[in-house]
C-alpha cells in the first residue's frame, strides 16, 4: 500500500507529511450538536490505517481532542499509535505555573494520555510578555514528561527567534503557507533553517479554494463553512478573485501537464520547502474525502518550467502583508470572522495606568517594586505626548530575556515599547522619536533589523549610541517618545 512518507521531528516524533486537520469539526459542530465521538474516531481509523495517522487539533477545534482521544484508546499499546497534535490557546494575560498546568492538563485529560505528542502555543498579542512564562512552563513539564514536543503556531520570524534565545527548545511553527500567502518562504523559513525549527504548513489548500473544484468559477459572496471564509479573506488580501483564477489557472496547466490535481501542485509546492515538515490538510469526517487524491502529491516534481509558470502568476499577486501570524494579531485579521470576536472578548494592558501625582497626565507602571524605589515610570504621557522609559529586555521576575543575543533583546523590549505606548493611549505610529543604547557596536545590525521590522514605515527620528556600560546581561536598551495623533481613527 502506498502511504504519505514520514519526517522524524524533535525527540524522535515521527509523521505523516501530510497531516489531517481537525479544525473543520468545529466548523460541522458550530450548529451545536458533537460529532458522535465513537463513529468519528472509526473515520481518523481509516486515515490512520492508510497512513494518514498524524492529527492536528486544538483546544477550540470542537470535540476534536476527544475523538482522537478514542482513536488513541484504540491503538492503546500498539508499536507505531496515531500520533496527535493540539494547540493551547489562552486569553492573554497573567501565565502562572497553575493556569499553564491547568491548560495543559485539560489537553491531557481530552485526549486520555499521559503525554501529548506535539503541545502547540498561540499567543493573541506579544504586546503581553507572558508568552515566555508560559513557554517555559510548558518547557518544565515536558522535562517532567508531560509533553514530547513544543510547538508555537503563528509565530513571525523575530518571536520565534526570541523563544528560542530565551531556551524554548522548540521543534515546530505552525503557519499559513501556499500559493496564495507565500510569508512563510521568507525570513521564516531562513531562520527555520538555521535552528532545525520545522514548520507545519497549513491552509495549504485554502480551504478547498485551491482545487479544479473552483477553476472558472465565479465569486462565491455566501460562504457556510469557516475555513473558505478565512482564505476568501486571504484571496481578496492577494489582490482579488480575478488574481485568485490566474493562479489557478497556471496550477491547473502543471497540473494536466503531471496528470495530477490542482491540488498536489499547491500541496507539493509546499512540501518542496526545506522548511517545512508536513502540509496539514483539513478534512470534514464523513463528509468528503480526498486521501487518494492527496497521497499524489509525491508521485511527480514540479521543474524549472513549472516554478516559471507558478513565479508569474506569484508575480502578479499581492503578497499577503506582515509577517507569518500578523492575521491573528493586527489589521486586516484574516480569521473566519476578520476580527478575533470568534476568541476573545477582549485584551488586557499588560500594564497599569495611574494619574500622575505632579502633572496633568498619567503615567504607566509596570507594578515592578523598583519603580517607586527608583522614581520612575515605564512612561508618563502628558497631553498627547508619551515619554517611554529607557527599555531593556527585563522580565517580569527581573530576568534578562535572551542573554547575550541583542537582536532577539530588542524584539522583546520593542514589544514592551508598544505595550507602554498602548497603555497610555497612543499607538506604535505616534512614536517620533527613538534612541538605542547598545553595549557592542558590532552587534547595530539584528538590533537595527529589529528596529526596522517595527518602524520601517513609522520612520521616527532616531539615535544609535554606543553605551559600553550597560548594567547586567543587558545588550540594548531603546527609548521612544511619542506623540498621539489625536485624530487618527483607533
Ligand atoms: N494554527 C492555526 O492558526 C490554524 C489555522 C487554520 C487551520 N489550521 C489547521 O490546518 C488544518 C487545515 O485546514 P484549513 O482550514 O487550512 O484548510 P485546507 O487544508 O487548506 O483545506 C481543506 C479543504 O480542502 C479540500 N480538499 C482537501 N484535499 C483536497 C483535494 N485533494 N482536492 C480538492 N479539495 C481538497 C477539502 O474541502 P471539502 O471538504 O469541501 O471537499 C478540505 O475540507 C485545520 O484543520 C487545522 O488543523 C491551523
Redesign the pocket.
Known amino acids: 500500500m502506498i502511504t504519505p512518507p514520514r519526517i522524524t521531528l524533535a525527540n524522535g516524533l515521527d509523521i505523516s507529511r501530510l497531516?489531517c486537520?481537525?479544525?473543520?469539526v468545529a466548523d460541522m459542530e458550530k450548529g451545536g450538536t458533537a460529532l458522535d465521538p465513537e463513529i468519528a474516531a472509526g473515520q481518523l481509523d481509516s486515515y490512520a490505517r492508510d497512513g494518514f495517522d498524524t492529527f492536528?487539533?486544538?483546544d477550540h477545534?470542537g470535540s476534536a481532542e476527544i475523538i482522537t482521544g478514542r482513536l488513541l484508546k484504540r491503538h492503546a499499546g500498539s508499536i507505531r499509535p496515531p500520533v496527535a497534535f493540539t494547540?493551547w490557546c489562552p486569553e492573554p494575560g497573567p501565565m502562572t505555573r497553575d493556569i499553564v498546568r491547568r491548560g495543559v492538563q485539560q489537553r491531557l485529560d481530552r485526549l486520555g494520555v499521559a503525554s501529548v505528542d506535539l503541545l502547540?502555543f498561540?499567543w493573541w498579542t506579544f504586546e503581553h510578555p507572558a508568552w515566555l512564562d508560559a513557554l517555559h512552563e510548558m518547557k518544565a513539564m515536558q522535562e517532567e514528561g508531560l509533553i514530547r514536543a513544543i510547538g508555537v503556531?503563528?509565530f513571525d520570524a523575530a518571536h520565534l527567534a526570541l523563544a528560542l534565545a530565551d531556551g524554548i527548545p522548540l521543534a515546530t511553527n505552525?503557519?499559513?503557507f501556499?500559493l496564495v500567502d507565500r510569508r512563510a518562504a521568507g525570513g521564516l523559513s531562513d531562520l527555520c533553517k538555521a535552528t532545525g525549527v520545522r514548520l507545519l504548513a497549513?491552509?495549504?489548500?485554502?480551504?478547498?479554494f485551491?482545487?479544479?473544484?473552483w477553476l472558472g468559477k465565479a465569486e462565491p459572496h455566501h460562504i457556510a463553512?469557516?475555513?473558505k471564509s478565512?482564505?476568501k479573506r486571504f484571496i481578496d488580501a492577494a489582490g482579488g478573485w480575478d488574481m485568485f483564477q490566474a493562479l489557478l489557472s497556471a496550477a491547473n496547466a502543471i497540473a494536466r501537464k503531471h496528470g495530477v490535481?490542482?491540488?498536489?501542485v499547491a500541496t507539493r509546492w509546499v512540501l518542496d520547502h526545506e522548511s517545512v515538515a508536513a502540509a496539514?490538510?483539513?478534512?470534514?469526517l464523513g463528509?468528503?474525502e480526498?486521501r487518494a487524491?492527496?497521497l499524489k502529491a509525491f508521485g511527480f516534481d514540479l521543474d524549472t518550467e513549472d516554478h516559471g509558470l507558478l513565479d508569474s502568476a506569484f508575480a502578479a499577486l499581492a503578497p499577503i502583508p506582515g509577517d507569518c501570524g500578523d492575521e491573528?494579531r493586527k489589521p486586516p485579521f484574516l480569521t473566519a470572522s476578520g476580527d478575533l470576536s470568534h476568541h476573545l472578548s477582549t485584551i488586557p494592558s499588560a500594564y497599569e495606568t495611574l494619574p500622575h501625582e505632579y502633572r496633568q497626565g498619567l503615567r504607566v507602571s509596570t507594578g515592578s517594586v523598583w519603580e517607586p524605589i527608583a522614581g520612575y515610570s515605564r512612561a508618563v504621557r502628558v497631553k498627547d505626548m508619551i515619554f517611554v522609559s529607557g527599555t531593556t529586555a527585563t522580565h517580569s521576575s527581573n530576568r534578562c530575556v535572551a542573554p547575550g543575543d541583542a537582536g532577539a533583546q530588542a524584539t522583546y523590549i520593542l514589544d514592551k515599547i508598544a505595550a507602554s505606548i498602548s497603555a497610555a493611549g497612543g499607538r506604535i505610529e505616534d512614536v517620533v522619536r527613538t534612541r538605542i543604547y547598545l553595549k557592542d557596536a558590532s552587534k547595530w545590525e539584528p538590533v537595527s533589523r529589529a528596529h526596522g521590522r517595527v518602524f520601517g514605515r513609522i520612520l521616527p527620528a532616531n539615535t544609535l549610541i554606543e553605551a559600553g556600560a550597560l548594567v547586567g546581561d543587558y545588550e540594548v536598551e531603546i527609548e521612544a517618545d511619542a506623540v498621539v495623533d489625536t485624530t487618527a481613527a483607533v
Open positions: 497531516v486537520g481537525l479544525w473543520q492536528d487539533m486544538a477545534y494547540k502547540q498561540h503556531t503563528n505552525q503557519v499559513s501556499s497549513y491552509g495549504t489548500l485554502s480551504g478547498g485551491i482545487s479544479e473544484k463553512d469557516w475555513s478565512k482564505y490535481s490542482i491540488s498536489n496539514i490538510i483539513g478534512a470534514r463528509e468528503s480526498h487524491d492527496n491573528y
